[in-house]
């Protein structure tokens, strides 16, 4: 693991680490709240959907990458951007 994905897991997980540290730590200062049936169903319901529409749209991303769908628009910005070797950055062409 090269020291910069290294920096950034312990970002990702001191992240994590300070919403469950307020998620405890909220939780107990709200007054207790019950849900009904119908909370519950909206709440399946909603999580379903984002994850579905979430894999869904994951999933064209991936089959237009994989048919080359995306390539226009990959020659597209190669043809105006081109990688200067002296200084190894993007510039504009003319």
Known sequence: MTGKS??????TLAGVAISVV???FAGKLLPAVEMGV????ALVLGTALSFLVG???SA???IG???GYDE????LYRARFE???????DHPRG
Do not use: K, N, S
């Open 6 to 11: 290294l920096g950034m897991a312990l970002v």
């Open 22 to 24: 307020f998620l405890v």
């Open 38 to 41: 119908h909370g519950w169903a």
């Open 55 to 57: 894999g869904g749209l």
């Open 60 to 62: 064209i991303l991936v």
């Open 65 to 67: 990458r994989r048919r």
């Open 72 to 75: 226009a628009a990959h020659d």
């Open 83 to 89: 990688t200067d070797p002296d200084t190894d950055r």
